[in-house]
C-alpha cells in the first residue's frame, strides 16, 4: 500500500510484501480494525472520492525501541501478518503513538484484530438466504426526533447482513407538529409514497425475499407502515430495548409461557361499537374507550403479563403477540362482520404496533380506526384508518 511504500522512502524501512498486503486487506474487508471504528478506507466520507486511506499498523513495533517494542519479536514479526493491523490514520496514529502504549497493549490489540476478522469471516461465510433488506422508519413523536445508530443495526442483524451498504430510510423527522387532524392524512401519504419508492419502484417487489425494520415514530404511522408492509412474508421486527438502549432481542424461550391474555365482553352486541385496546407497554385506560365510544361498546383486550415499557424484550413475545393478535381479529370477524369497522387503542412499543397493521387482511379484516394518546387529562382522539378501502374510501393499498 501507497502508506507502508512511502514510509520505506522516508524511514529506509523494507515494505511489506504485496501479497500480505492483499491478505491484510481481505482479511479486514478494506475496514479499519480498530475496535468501534469499522471505517471504510477505500472511500472519503466527505467527498466521496475513491482512494487508499488505510495505514498497516504493528501491533509489536517494527523497531525494537518503537512502540510495544521488542527485543527479538520486532524483528521477526515486522512484516507477519499476524502483527499487522489495516486502520485508518487517526487511529494508526493512536496505535503509533508512545503516550498510548500503555493503554493499547499488545494482548488487547491483538484481540482488536481477531474479533474483527472473525467477524468478515463470518458475515462473508453467511449464504444467500441470510441477506435482508433492511429498513428505518423514523417521525418525531411530540415533537422530538431521534438517530437510529446504522453500526449498532448491522451488528444486530447478525447472522444477517444488508442487502445493501445503507438501508433505506422512510424519514419524516424534518416534518413537525402534523399530528393533527388534517396532518395525519398528509403523513399517511408521504408514508406510502416513500414505501412505493423503495418496494415497489426501482426494485421489483417480489425481491425482497427478507426485510428487517428499525423503527421510532409514533403507534398510528406504525400501524399504517404495517399495513403497508403486511403482505411481505418474511419480515423481522426489531425493538429498542430501554434497558440496554440496544436492538438486540433477549434469547428468552417461548416454551410453556402465557406472554398475554385476552379479554373480550360476555356477549358481542351486534349494535355497538367494536374496540380492541392493546396494553403491552403501558395499561390502555378503558374508561376514555367507553367515554368515546358508550357504555354498551364490545371492547376486547390483548393484555401483556406484565405491561412494561421493558416487557417486549425477546423475539419470543413478540411471536406471541402476533398469535394473539391474529387470533382476536379472527374472532371478532365471526361477529362483528367483514364491514363493521373496529376501533383501535394501543400501548405498544413499535414492532407491536407495526404488526397491529401487519395483522389485518385486506380482504377479510373491517376498516380500523386508529387513535392516538396525547395525554392523560386528554386521552385518546382519532389519527387515521387502515383498510377503509372495503368502504369504497381508498386509503391503505397495503
Not at 398528509?186 to 417480489?206: A, E, H, M, P, S
Request: contains cysteine.
Amino acid at each position: 500500500m501507497a502508506t507502508v511504500s512511502d514510509e520505506k522512502k522516508k524511514t529506509g524501512r523494507a515494505s511489506t510484501p504485496k501479497k500480505v498486503e492483499n491478505q491484510l486487506w481481505a482479511r479486514a474487508a478494506g475496514r479499519c480494525e480498530f475496535r468501534g471504528c469499522n471505517k471504510i478506507l477505500y472511500t472519503d466520507d466527505l467527498t466521496k472520492l475513491k482512494d487508499n486511506l488505510s495505514v498497516i499498523s504493528h501491533i509489536i513495533a517494527y523497531e525494537k525501541d518503537g512502540p510495544r517494542g521488542h527485543e527479538t519479536l520486532s524483528d521477526l514479526l515486522k512484516t507477519d501478518i499476524s502483527n499487522l493491523m489495516l486502520t485508518c490514520k487517526d487511529h494508526g496514529k493512536i496505535i503509533d503513538s508512545y503516550e498510548h502504549v500503555a493503554k493499547y497493549s499488545v494482548d488487547l490489540l491483538r484481540e482488536y484484530k481477531k474479533e474483527h476478522e472473525d467477524r468478515i469471516k463470518i458475515l462473508t461465510g453467511v449464504l444467500e438466504d441470510f441477506k435482508t433488506h433492511v429498513l428505518l422508519f423514523l417521525a418525531p413523536i411530540d415533537g422530538r426526533t431521534f438517530n437510529i445508530d446504522q453500526s449498532q443495526i448491522f451488528h444486530t442483524l447478525q447472522p444477517r447482513y444488508s442487502s445493501t451498504e445503507y438501508p433505506y430510510s422512510i424519514d419524516l423527522s424534518d416534518i413537525c407538529n402534523v399530528e393533527t387532524k388534517e396532518g395525519w392524512p398528509f403523513l399517511c401519504q408521504t408514508i406510502n409514497q416513500k414505501f412505493k419508492d423503495i418496494f415497489r419502484n426501482g426494485v421489483n417487489r417480489k425481491d425482497f425475499h427478507h426485510i428487517s425494520v428499525f423503527a421510532l415514530a409514533p403507534i398510528p404511522l406504525l400501524v399504517y407502515l404495517g399495513s403497508l408492509i403486511g403482505d411481505i412474508n418474511n419480515v423481522d421486527l426489531y425493538q429498542k430495548h430501554r434497558s440496554t438502549d440496544k436492538w438486540t432481542w433477549k434469547d428468552e424461550s417461548e416454551d410453556g409461557e402465557i406472554f398475554y391474555q385476552i379479554s373480550g365482553p360476555e356477549e358481542h352486541n351486534a349494535a355497538a361499537s367494536t374496540a380492541i385496546a392493546i396494553s403491552v407497554s403501558g395499561d390502555v385506560a378503558k374508561d376514555n374507550i367507553r367515554r368515546l365510544l358508550g357504555g354498551d361498546c364490545n371492547l376486547y383486550e390483548i393484555r401483556a403479563a406484565n405491561p412494561g415499557l421493558d416487557f417486549l424484550s425477546s423475539k419470543a413475545k413478540q411471536k406471541a403477540f402476533s398469535l394473539a393478535y391474529r387470533e382476536l381479529l379472527r374472532d371478532i370477524r365471526g361477529v362483528n362482520g367483514h364491514f363493521n369497522e373496529i376501533h383501535l387503542f394501543s400501548a405498544s412499543p413499535a414492532p407491536v404496533a407495526i404488526e397491529s397493521g401487519r395483522a389485518v387482511m385486506p380482504k377479510c379484516d373491517p376498516p380500523i380506526k386508529v387513535y392516538d394518546f396525547i395525554g392523560k387529562d386528554s386521552g385518546f382522539v382519532y389519527a387515521l384508518t387502515i383498510n377503509e378501502h372495503l368502504k369504497g374510501q381508498g386509503g391503505s393499498d397495503g
